[in-house]
């Protein structure tokens, strides 16, 4: 079974600027989440999708944030403008339903923003 | 507010030694708590406790919840350098809480 797939691995970018961060979530799963990860600190969810309605995006700052997966297949996650402390690794997990456990992480994407 | 505190914050021993992680919660409407090990960027699942009391075992793995005192200890025996890794701990309320993770390193 293939896993969640994540491109960019790596991002360098400067701050004011715009970074777009993709998923193909594994076949099938109807819920995918992305998470941010700062260093030392465990994920927080930005986004959760069901299918391809949000089911809660209560902690995505929306001012500079947004996340769409249209078809509810893959998805993509942008910043812009990004800040410094956007600096993190952001993660995009699926699950055939709407529980934890049953989630799969993709290997993430690291943004370094200067 | 929820919250998940995870202690030590690193840890690190030899091959062959046995280590206890802690994570302490406070979290509204407690439906379960789970253990992950992140190794490099992606975490995976470890264990999902829901009951006091009841071990979850998986080969050297082990894990118990305390819901009284609201705490879970994960448990590896003859710690292995493959075992090195982040441990983290959520809390699932109305939202998944998580802690800010374990760095535990083993040593050859």
């Known amino acids: 079974e293939a896993g969640v797939a994540q491109s960019p691995r790596y991002k360098i970018i400067e701050k004011r600027q715009s970074v777009a961060f993709w998923c193909n979530p594994i076949s099938g799963h109807a819920t995918l989440y992305w998470y941010q990860q700062i260093l030392g600190q465990g994920p927080k969810l930005l986004i959760q999708f069901q299918n391809n309605g949000v089911v809660d995006d209560s902690q995505l700052p929306k001012d500079r944030f947004s996340a769409e997966r249209l078809k509810g297949v893959d998805s993509t996650l942008k910043i812009q403008p990004a800040k410094l402390e956007d600096s993190a690794v952001y993660l995009c997990a699926s699950s055939p339903r709407d529980t934890y456990t049953e989630a799969f992480f993709g290997q993430g994407t690291r943004l370094t923003v200067v | 507010e929820d919250k998940v505190v995870q202690s030590p914050l690193s840890l690190v021993v030899h091959e062959g030694d046995t280590v206890t992680l802690n994570c302490s919660y406070e979290v509204t409407n407690f439906r379960s708590l789970l253990w992950y090990k992140q190794e490099k960027k992606a975490p995976t699942f470890l264990f999902m406790l829901t009951s006091s009391g009841i071990e979850k075992k998986s080969g050297r793995l082990s894990s118990i919840l305390d819901k009284k005192e609201l705490f879970s200890i994960l448990n590896i025996t003859a710690t292995q350098t493959g075992d090195s890794a982040i441990y983290l701990c959520?809390?699932?309320?109305?939202?998944?809480?998580w802690g800010a993770g374990t760095k535990l390193i083993i040593k050859p």
């Open positions: 959520a809390v699932e309320g109305y939202q998944l809480i």
